[in-house]
């Protein structure tokens, strides 16, 4: 065999893996918008309408405490990663840091990356029952905000360091202090950062396995930082066991919503970076 004949073998190979997780991707996709989709046309109310007291068994009410309990535990825990994760990757610059400090914590940056969610959630698991608390709302909120903070970091990470060099070269020779210059490196690498933290909020409120052992699976409505909530992903996991048919089709109608909602961030996170590409050196301009 030619080396011509096996670039056009493995181009063919290439072509048939990236065409085989498109499909896939697009039937997963498909399936659940035309069943959940179907399910939540005929009744959209159950987005918006609290459980009732046999929510699991009968399935009267909706599951709206769970679509609260996504906003509140994701939102909060976004915040919190987006600021260390933005600090950090600012001090992993070398203007901070050695570049065999940088390289050593973007190594455990990876690991924690590459971590299942699952040993997240038992770690603060681990931390509740040594301090005698219960599963509640706010350890949801740990849990989710140290499951993010790698994502958002090498985001980050990775957005800073493709920033040109003149920007950093530009405003040390202006005078500029090394915050005020990590503070225009950020500027110039906006669109990645911006990605970076929409792709860690994304990640997480379609995460599952880190909400279950911290947060618990409450059927009740969001009372408080102290009490037990549920998300959609931990919702659509115990609906999709109930022999009750209505409810197991109320977990296709929360599928629908959570895809929607991923999709949507997806869109969202690439309108910002077109919007905020134009601060950038070379940037578009309107």
């Known amino acids: 065999m030619d080396r011509y004949t096996e670039q056009r073998l493995f181009s063919a190979l290439a072509r048939g893996a990236a065409a085989l997780v498109v499909a896939v991707m697009i039937l997963v996709v498909a399936v659940t918008i ?30 709206l405490h769970a679509v609260l309990g996504s906003i509140f535990i994701v939102g909060p825990a976004t915040v919190v990663s987006a600021v260390l994760a933005v600090s950090t990757a600012m001090y992993l610059q070398s203007d901070y840091s050695s570049e065999r400090f940088s390289d050593a914590v973007n190594m455990f940056l990876n690991v924690l990356w590459g971590t299942p969610p699952i040993v997240y959630g038992v770690f603060v698991l681990t931390v509740i029952i040594a301090i005698g608390a219960r599963t509640s709302l706010f350890f949801g909120i740990v849990a989710i905000a140290i499951f993010q903070y790698p994502i958002m970091t090498r985001y980050t990470d990775e957005a800073l360091r493709s920033a040109p060099d003149a920007v950093r070269e530009t405003t040390y020779g202006l005078g500029a202090t090394r915050f005020e210059t990590a503070v225009m490196t950020v500027r110039a690498a906006l669109p990645g950062v911006i990605a970076g933290i ?30 037990g909530a549920t998300t959609l992903p931990v919702l659509i996991f115990d609906q999709a066991m109930s022999f009750n048919a209505e409810v197991r089709s109320h977990a296709y109608a929360a599928s629908f919503v959570l895809i929607v909602a991923v999709l949507s961030l997806i869109i969202v996170s690439k309108l910002l970076a077109g919007r905020y590409a134009r601060y950038a050196p070379g940037g578009r301009h309107s």
């Open 198 to 227: 929409i792709m860690g909020f994304a990640r997480g409120i379609g995460d599952a396995a880190t909400v279950l052992f911290t947060a618990g699976r409450s059927t009740n409505m969001p009372g408080g930082p102290f009490q």
């Open 34 to 63: 035309f069943r959940g989709g179907r399910v939540f046309l005929t009744d959209p109310a159950i987005a918006i309408t609290p459980p009732g007291s046999r929510y699991m068994l009968e399935g009267d009410g909706g599951f």
